[in-house]
């Protein structure tokens, strides 16, 4: 709650978070005159979020970004009210991730011993998100997208095979051994240590199946298990334990819709990702359908890009056009804007990011009416020349310029 | 040491389309010899000279022993920057231009100003930046940033082609050339807004004399880029003097007789100035007649198919420059410098004089959504995918090995402090940190 009156400007909240977001309008309303002078519009505030996640998804595997690039987007989250970092920190292509329990992962994963975050990097990422009121959760996701985990972690992966031989390839990780779950449970006290936010995100998504289906061990255990041909039963049989495994710690957790898609049995506090754009609104119904909180990407993969002001299409996004009753919409708790990292990396992420997501942010805070095209235009183009001032380097919105030009 | 030899003297001239910038570049054990027939081809030379000095793990800096004869396959290869949709700071441009020389680039097309801001400060007209123009996005020949650009760019061998685009794309003239543009009307009544550059009144012509009077003055290549592009015909056909000088002129209701009644006369004013000048294709395409030195710069991806326009230009006998596949603006998702690069300039039906009649090509990076937060990474190594089919052999288009070596040429871009943007995943040794 804002209240701007002479001589004194009087900002209240329930929590220091409010405080801060608080603190962040007031530093919005604040403008300069022509003359040079700060000015404030006497203006009465109460504010507070329509949904409760609003997420940036930063992939830091298939490029590596150095601390600073994180640091500054953290920066430009907390002026856009984005409160979480999905931090997906490693996939297929590297490991940077140093783990105090298994060294070897990111020596033997990362890109070089100098795309590496050490333990003192990653205490410094959640630190400066925690004084900005943004909640770092890490994504390990798991099985598929570790071929970097092979490197340092021998027979984590399934060996692929070309009829009776292994070909020297892998696959996602190997569901049938105690080794693997021996490991993860170790893996994951690190993180859950590691990592405060209640939450870790397990990843669950894109599973090939073709390595498994190859694997003659892997043939056998799912006869044992009376699989029969369905690798969806063996993938939500890895991903139970898995859950098992993190619950035990005390996490809660989040997973890409795959994971509900393939019928795992899962905690009733678990989140499910939405991250399919082909009929969204469906899987929203059908996840919060069956009692599961869910949050949405789909629409909002950043990394997507084309020609022209896109962010109008990000804007008119409707979180809660899914057919569904109250209860079900009050299970969608907020959203996320992806910036994958195929074709990212510090050299072009401030720009592509930002204002982009800052439609993302607004759908995410502002109530379901605030909805005009024109007018949000103005206050975007106003918002990036102030993104500018403050050292973000936003790309412009459309033809123009602001004021203070960014410095080339 | 390396040994420059180069067989013309002199480096206070500027380049030309016909500037000779072939080299040849011997490195064998204590020899180390560049020569060329001209300065330009020696700043090529040094240009791959300095790309094949690797450093080893030990930190020592080495290169193989080596024979190489270069030349470009294509006189003319530009690149377009947008200085209208937005300002683009000195140093962004010259950053730019060091870039283009590290591929090889020799034309720097500038297309200054357009219908949103005109920040070339005109000593003869000084109202016309004034008016629309943030004071501080001047680009001042009298402060010299003009001259900054031309000679920060010779001495990397590089043309500069200013873009004075006329009669559309030139709202931002209005303000401060009062009469200059079409006063568009509704029904009897001027609606108070404006259209192109009136073709029907004298002192249009007096102005445009004056103008490009002073533009040929400071921009001492031999052309000038006149534009021509993209003229929207409905405020002159609300102008009741102009329905009436249509009549007049005979030219019915055919407006493109009209916009070509003013491109002649700008055509002619410029060549007396003693300057040549390129044109959008829609000069040609609406058969104005121009001289036949004029090139014909081809930019619509599918009204014609490019390579029928090409086709057409060059059968008419005039030079063309190929921007279409081009316009790097135009960015999409993936690895889109591809389709860039396999581009073929001659792949049309004519014959040898003809696709001779091809004298290159330019990306293009026009500024709509462009501006010193996102010009860097958006132009490089992208860019770099069309200077290498403009410089290179026919014969050199094997996609998997251009990869390699433009993610290594990029890598290379950011040890030269470059913010060029990742092609695919991957890594540089030195990552560029913000």
Not at chain 2, 264 to 285: A, C
């Amino acid at each position: 709650h804002l209240t701007v009156t002479g001589p004194v400007a009087i900002l209240k909240a329930d929590e220091v978070w409010g405080a801060l977001r608080g603190l962040e309008t007031f530093s919005q309303l604040v403008h300069e005159d022509d003359y040079g002078s700060f000015l404030i519009n006497e203006s009465e505030i109460n504010d507070f979020p329509r949904f409760a996640h609003r997420g940036i998804l930063l992939d830091t595997s298939r490029h590596y970004l150095p601390l600073k690039s994180i640091l500054t987007n953290l920066d430009a989250m907390a002026f856009n009210k984005f409160n979480v970092l999905h931090w997906h920190i490693v996939d297929d292509q590297s490991f940077p991730y140093q783990s105090i329990y298994f060294p070897e992962l990111s020596d033997k994963g990362a890109y070089s011993y100098n795309h590496i975050y050490t333990p003192t990097d990653v205490h410094l990422v959640i630190e400066y998100a925690r004084l900005r009121g943004i909640r770092v959760i890490p994504e390990f996701d798991t099985p598929g997208h570790t071929q970097s985990w092979g490197k340092g972690q021998k027979n984590l992966l399934t060996p692929c095979y070309n009829g009776e031989q292994p070909t020297g390839s892998f696959g996602p990780v190997n569901p049938i051994l105690n080794t693997t779950y021996d490991f993860m449970t170790r893996f994951f006290k690190e993180i859950s240590s590691v990592f405060p936010d209640a939450y870790i995100h397990l990843g669950g998504d894109e599973v090939n199946f073709d390595c498994w289906k190859s694997n003659p061990e892997v043939k056998e255990f799912m006869k044992k298990q009376g699989f029969g041909t369905d690798y969806a039963k063996l993938e939500s049989y890895y991903i139970q334990n898995i859950l098992d495994i993190v619950s035990s710690y005390n996490k809660g957790y989040m997973v890409w819709q795959e994971v509900f898609d393939n019928n795992a049995k899962l905690k009733p506090d678990t989140v499910v990702q939405v991250w399919m754009e082909n009929n969204y609104a469906h899987e929203l119904s059908r996840v919060t359908g069956a009692g599961f909180t869910a949050i949405l990407a789909a629409p909002w993969y950043l990394d997507y890009i084309s020609y022209g002001q896109d962010w109008k299409k990000y804007y008119s996004v409707e979180p809660l056009n899914f057919p569904g009753s109250e209860k079900q919409k009050d299970l969608l708790i907020g959203g996320e804007a992806c910036l994958w990292g195929e074709f990212v990396d510090a050299t072009n992420l401030t720009p592509r990011l930002w204002p982009r997501a800052s439609a993302v942010g607004e759908r995410l805070w502002s109530s379901s009416n605030v909805t005009s095209l024109q007018d949000a235009y103005k206050r975007l183009t106003n918002h990036r020349c102030r993104m500018l001032r403050r050292g973000i380097a936003a790309e412009p919105v459309f033809v123009g310029y602001c004021a203070h030009e960014a410095r080339g | 040491q390396l040994l420059v030899f180069v067989a013309t003297p002199g480096c206070d001239g500027f380049p030309s389309l016909d500037s000779k910038e072939s080299y040849k570049l011997s490195v064998s054990e204590g020899s180390l010899l560049l020569s060329a027939d001209a300065v330009w081809g020696a700043l090529r030379g040094l240009e791959t000279f300095s790309q094949l000095v690797e450093r080893d793990e030990n930190g020592t800096y080495y290169i193989n022993k080596t024979e190489i004869v270069d030349f470009p396959r294509f006189p003319h290869r530009g690149l377009l920057l947008d200085t209208s949709r937005h300002y683009l700071p000195l140093k962004a441009i010259l950053e730019t231009l060091d870039v283009m020389a590290y591929n090889k680039f020799n034309v720097f097309h500038w297309h200054i100003v357009d219908d949103p801001s005109f920040p070339y400060e005109s000593l003869t007209f000084p109202e016309l930046s004034k008016q629309v123009t943030h004071p501080s996005h001047h680009v001042a020949p009298s402060s010299g940033d003009v001259q900054t650009v031309i000679e920060y760019a010779r001495l990397r061998g590089i043309r500069v082609i200013a873009e004075f685009d006329t009669p559309g794309h030139t709202l931002s003239w209005g303000p401060g050339a009062p009469g200059l543009l079409t006063p568009c009307y509704l029904g009897k009544y001027p609606s108070g807004s404006y259209g192109p550059i009136n073709p029907i009144l004298n002192s249009t012509y007096q102005f445009v004399t004056s103008f490009f009077q002073e533009i040929s003055t400071v921009f001492p290549d031999f052309f000038l880029h006149l534009g021509g592009d993209e003229v929207d015909f409905t405020c002159w056909k609300s102008n009741p003097k102009i329905r009436a000088f249509m009549k007049e002129m005979g030219f019915g209701e055919d407006y493109k007789k009209l916009e070509s009644f003013y491109i002649q006369r700008l055509l002619d004013i410029v060549s007396s100035l003693g300057k040549g000048y390129i044109v959008w294709q829609e000069v040609f395409d609406n058969r104005v007649k121009v001289r036949p030195d004029t090139v014909v710069h081809v930019w619509k991806e599918h009204s014609t198919p490019y390579m029928e326009e090409m086709a057409n230009v060059t059968k008419a006998g005039y030079r063309a420059l190929l921007s279409a596949p081009w316009y790097l603006n135009r960015i999409s998702y993936g690895q889109d410098w591809m389709a860039a690069y396999q581009v073929e300039p001659l792949e049309f039906e004519g014959g040898p004089e003809q696709k001779d009649l091809v004298i290159g090509g330019e990306a293009c990076m026009w500024g709509e959504y462009v501006d010193v937060t996102n010009l860097t990474p958006r132009l490089w190594p992208r860019a770099g995918a069309i200077a290498e089919r403009l410089w290179s052999n026919v014969t050199v288009r094997d996609l998997q090995d251009a990869y390699v070596r433009l993610a290594d040429f990029r890598c290379k871009l950011l040890r030269r402090g470059v913010q060029a943007q990742p092609l695919y995943v991957g890594y540089c040794e030195n990552e560029f940190s913000g």
